[in-house]
């Protein structure tokens, strides 16, 4: 359950921080009810302010994919992988949308992207 | 009797000072942060050795010259222990020298030959980590002052039976040399000290508790072991010391309650007794535990990571030596050259915290 930060990337340190536990929990190292490090603790050990923690943390309980809890503080939401609700699904189509775009604007084809996004999967699924 | 309370301390820091560059992690050299690729360099072993040297070598001479000097003169007690305490000066300054010339020439080295410069600095953590930690829980702290009170109780009960003039000094073989007039506060005065140590102690466990659990990127597991261990074997030693001290000014009220224990010889031998036991202690934390856990071995097996490096945080390292970041949370970070605790001082918490303990043990110790 390790985090890995890099200080000279242009990815902001929280953006970094959220991407990372969304991915511990896809590859089911961490599961909905566990608790997550309080934003003192966590944001010592990186050696990072307090508020870069605590920013992510919102931003993961804007998503959905977190609960802040009082006393018992940052707690992975029990319902997640449920299946989708519709507000979410918007909104992952609304993010994934420019990266195809992307993708297809410097070069790549569908047949590459769904290549891509399939190895991205089993990739996830693996560990 | 002083003479040779100096000359063991004496010897003690000379080791132990000289002993310093190899208990620490490779890693960190002279309070420069060197990648994993160049820690081996030629240059910084010699430096390394060069250091030693010097300290050993300068410090064995003096610890000689003041043998001789002290055996073959008729010397006043405060002679000898002037001197004893200008050479322990002398030497910590020394050793404070020779460091930040070597500071200096270790960031010279590293930014010539742009060291670490293709790498990518990356901060990790391990969402584990807190759960394994093997720190003394603080209220272990909190027993001690137990005792306190339990002496407290007794001293007020004893109250009528003091003497009139309390003992306020010793000499260095155990007999008091300088006295207060009985009142309730210098009848209590070192039960006081005491507490406030305690709960210095305390804070400082529970301040050291909280700091992070910073991991190298390209040793994780070894780093997360030593660091822990560190942790671990720190809060024992701060529980030791704690323990002691409270033997010892226990011993001393109890002096002062029942006027002596008669036997002079045993007098003058708790302090030693403490003394000793304190230096032997410290000098088997240091070699067994190092700078962050450095010198306990790991047999974790390591994925390589070359292309990454720990973030290189001499920045907040004022001189080496100081540690001044506003944006790290941690009150106490491991040091930089040495082991044990450093401040940080961007975090105006911890030293206003053990500024007002030694404030408390100062005006407690003038107003007796």
Not at chain 2, 110 to 115: A, L, M, Y
Request: positive net charge; hydrophobic residues 50%.
């Amino acid at each position: 359950m390790l985090i890995q930060i890099e200080t000279s990337s242009d990815i902001p340190i929280y953006t970094q921080l959220s991407n990372q536990l969304i991915e511990l929990i896809a590859r089911d190292q961490l599961k909905g009810g566990d608790v997550l490090p309080s934003v003192r603790s966590l944001a010592s050990d990186l050696g990072v302010n307090m508020h870069t923690v605590n920013k992510s943390y919102h931003e993961l309980e804007r998503k959905g994919i977190i609960r802040i809890v009082p006393k018992s503080g940052a707690v992975i939401n029990p319902s997640i992988r449920d299946g989708i609700s519709q507000e979410h699904r918007l909104r992952i189509v609304e993010e994934l949308k420019p990266i195809i775009a992307e993708a297809i604007v410097l070069g790549m084809n569908a047949e590459d992207i769904q290549q891509l996004a399939s190895s991205i999967l089993s990739d996830m699924k693996e560990e | 009797m002083s003479l040779s309370i100096f000359l063991i301390t004496l010897a003690f820091i000379i080791l132990l000072q000289s002993a310093i560059p190899f208990l620490l992690k490779g890693s960190i050299v002279f309070g420069v942060t060197i990648p994993e690729q160049h820690m081996k360099e030629r240059a910084i072993s010699s430096y390394k050795r060069f250091y030693s040297a010097t300290i050993l070598i300068t410090g064995f001479l003096a610890l000689i010259v003041y043998f001789l000097w002290a055996k073959n003169r008729t010397l006043s007690e405060d002679q000898v222990v002037f001197a004893g305490l200008a050479i322990q000066f002398g030497i910590l300054f020394l050793c404070m020298i020779m460091y930040l010339y070597f500071h200096a020439k270790t960031t010279k080295l590293k930014r010539t030959h742009k060291w670490g410069a293709g790498l990518k600095p990356v901060r990790i953590a391990d969402l584990a980590s807190h759960a394994k930690d093997e720190m003394l829980p603080s209220y272990m702290f909190a027993l001690p002052a137990l005792i306190t009170a339990g002496l407290l109780v007794y001293t007020a009960s004893q109250y009528s039976q003091l003497p009139a003039m309390i003992p306020t000094h010793w000499d260095i073989d155990g007999q008091p040399d300088a006295f207060s007039q009985k009142t309730s506060f210098s009848a209590i005065s070192l039960l006081l000290i005491l507490l406030v140590i305690q709960g210095m102690m305390f804070g400082i466990n529970v301040m050291t508790k909280r700091s992070g659990i910073k991991l190298t990127s390209a040793k994780k597991k070894s780093s997360q072991v030593q660091q822990l261990a560190f942790r671990k074997y720190s809060s024992w030693f701060l529980f030791f010391t704690t323990v002691l001290i409270t033997i010892l000014f226990g011993f001393i009220q109890l002096v002062i309650i029942q006027g002596g224990m008669g036997n002079a010889a045993f007098m003058a031998a708790v302090p030693l007794g403490f003394l000793s036991i304190m230096l032997i202690v410290t000098a088997v934390y240091a070699f067994k535990v190092g700078q962050g856990g450095s010198r306990i071995q790991v047999t974790a097996e390591e994925e390589e990571t070359m292309d990454t490096t720990f973030v290189d945080d001499d920045q907040y390292w004022k001189a080496g030596i100081f540690y001044v970041n506003k944006n790290d949370p941690s009150i106490f970070v491991e040091k930089r050259f040495g082991v044990g605790w450093a401040i940080n001082f961007g975090n105006p918490i911890g030293y206003i915290f053990l500024l007002v303990s030694i404030l408390l043990i100062l005006l407690i110790s003038f107003f007796i």
